[in-house]
């Protein structure tokens, strides 16, 4: 059976700043995928990530499809209603346009999609992150698909052997979609080449070299290039079909225990490490850190089991104590260095306007 998987995400409102949805903000539109869905999907999954809501859906309309993406639409304006009842803040802040134009991309929301032929077993894992941008995936992705250390499967599996395709997209081109397609483990220099520039080279899909199918999908919109200015993080979600020809849950998961830095944080203007997180977190500490969720499913005809959450263990509460660490001794420099992002990704405006105006106050001197 052929299906399409499908995540559309987006931040349209919170309690008490960047924190979390209000339980009513959560029920409606969950509510509302629940009714409009009806002859349209299979099934569906609604959760949060700190303060954003994603829905996640099963259907056999492909991806980019306008009913799909419209009834998502939909849902986040009726939830932002919610939100402005309530006085959430931010509310509808990533629905970036006054009307919906056939689909979500480039409308602020963010969309992840895979469609595939189902195995005879289908796993997969919906990550979801919150105050950091689609760079975050970089690494992780990168070590999981094409480094042995991290990726026994690579030596272990023939059918892994061939290694992987990414196809890295350039999100600072925004007029067209600029992607190129490199190859593991020959183009491995190259590819980390561009990756090591998350906030321009960003991973959106990867695939099979052996079958061709792909196993990822990652949304990259960044939504200071929708805007013209800062709206919030980009807070990027991702699909990652795992088993088989592609890396183990355990090996795409691996490489998260490392807490990476990565750009987002508060005002989305610093550097912090990347926190895997148990499912449906909320955001704090100086409005972070950055977060990743996991949740594992299954899939048989469009059906979903339910989640399971692949960083609710014991071995995860170790991982996030040292991450918490490493969130305290960045923040302890403030302004300073690499502590905060350089001059060309600051979002916020009032820095650049205060630039420019001391700017005309340097004076050269004989």
Same mark, same amino acid.
């Given at each position: 059976?052929?299906?399409?998987?499908?995540?559309?995400?987006?931040?349209?409102?919170?309690?008490?700043?960047?924190?979390?949805?209000?339980?009513?903000?959560?029920?409606?539109?969950?509510?509302?995928?629940?009714?409009?869905?009806?002859?349209?999907?299979?099934?569906?999954?609604?959760?949060?990530?700190?303060?954003?809501?994603?829905?996640?859906?099963?259907?056999?309309?492909?991806?980019?499809? !306008?009913?799909?993406?419209?009834?998502?639409?939909?849902?986040?304006?009726?939830?932002?209603?919610?939100?402005?009842?309530?006085?959430?803040? $931010?509310?509808?802040?990533?629905?970036?346009?006054?009307?919906?134009?056939?689909?979500?991309?480039?409308?602020?929301?963010?969309?992840?999609?895979? !469609?595939?032929?189902?195995?005879?077993?289908?796993?997969?894992?919906?990550?979801?992150?919150?105050?950091?941008?689609?760079?975050? #995936?970089?690494?992780?992705?990168?070590?999981?698909?094409?480094?042995?250390?991290?990726?026994?499967?690579?030596?272990? =599996?023939?059918?892994?052997?061939?290694?992987?395709?990414?196809?890295?997209?350039?999100?600072?081109?925004?007029?067209?979609?600029?992607?190129? +397609?490199?190859?593991?483990?020959?183009?491995?220099? +190259?590819?980390?080449?561009?990756?090591?520039?998350?906030?321009?080279?960003?991973?959106?899909?990867?695939?099979?070299?052996?079958?061709?199918?792909?196993?990822?999908?990652?949304?990259?919109?960044?939504?200071?290039?929708?805007? $013209?200015?800062?709206?919030?993080?980009?807070?990027?979600?991702?699909?990652?079909?795992?088993?088989?020809?592609?890396?183990?849950?355990?090996?795409?998961?691996?490489?998260?225990?490392? $807490?990476? #830095?990565?750009?987002?944080?508060?005002?989305?203007?610093?550097?912090?490490?990347?926190?895997?997180?148990?499912?449906?977190?909320?955001?704090?500490?100086?409005?972070?850190?950055?977060?990743?969720?996991?949740?594992?499913?299954?899939?048989?005809?469009?059906?979903?089991?339910?989640?399971?959450?692949?960083?609710?263990?014991?071995?995860?509460?170790?991982?996030?104590?040292?991450?918490?660490?490493?969130?305290?001794?960045?923040?302890?420099?403030?302004?300073?260095?690499?502590?905060?992002?350089?001059? =060309?990704?600051?979002?916020?405006?009032?820095?650049?306007?205060?630039?420019?105006?001391?700017?005309?106050?340097?004076?050269?001197? +004989?």
């Amino acid at each position: 059976m052929k299906i399409t998987l499908s995540i559309l995400k987006a931040d349209i409102g919170s309690i008490g700043g960047h924190i979390t949805p209000s339980r009513a903000l959560l029920e409606e539109v969950n509510k509302f995928v629940k009714e409009n869905g009806k002859n349209l999907i299979i099934d569906f999954y609604t959760s949060h990530t700190g303060d954003d809501i994603a829905i996640l859906c099963t259907h056999e309309r492909g991806v980019l499809d !306008e009913k799909i993406h419209k009834m998502a639409w939909d849902a986040f304006i009726a939830g932002t209603e919610v939100a402005k009842k309530q006085g959430l803040y $931010g509310a509808g802040q990533d629905l970036l346009k006054d009307a919906f134009s056939g689909n979500i991309k480039g409308m602020g929301p963010a969309v992840a999609e895979l !469609e595939f032929e189902e195995r005879p077993n289908e796993p997969f894992i919906f990550f979801a992150a919150d105050k950091t941008d689609p760079g975050c #995936y970089n690494l992780p992705f990168y070590l999981a698909f094409a480094d042995p250390m991290y990726c026994a499967g690579l030596i272990l =599996s023939p059918k892994m052997s061939d290694g992987f395709t990414f196809r890295i997209i350039d999100v600072e081109h925004t007029e067209k979609d600029k992607v190129i +397609d490199l190859n593991s483990p020959e183009d491995l220099y +190259d590819i980390a080449a561009l990756l090591r520039d998350g906030e321009r080279y960003v991973i959106e899909s990867v695939f099979s070299r052996s079958t061709g199918n792909q196993s990822v999908s990652i949304s990259t919109t960044r939504l200071h290039n929708i805007a $013209g200015k800062y709206t919030g993080k980009d807070d990027p979600v991702a699909l990652v079909r795992v088993q088989g020809e592609f890396p183990a849950t355990g090996e795409v998961l691996a490489p998260f225990h490392i $807490g990476h #830095y990565v750009a987002g944080f508060m005002r989305g203007s610093h550097n912090g490490p990347l926190m895997p997180c148990k499912l449906n977190s909320t955001i704090s500490f100086f409005d972070g850190p950055p977060v990743v969720t996991g949740a594992a499913f299954c899939v048989r005809e469009g059906k979903l089991t339910e989640p399971a959450d692949v960083f609710d263990h014991p071995y995860w509460d170790h991982v996030r104590d040292r991450i918490s660490e490493k969130a305290t001794a960045i923040r302890q420099q403030g302004f300073s260095g690499p502590a905060m992002l350089p001059f =060309s990704e600051l979002e916020y405006g009032g820095i650049v306007e205060k630039l420019e105006k001391l700017d005309k106050k340097f004076k050269l001197r +004989d």
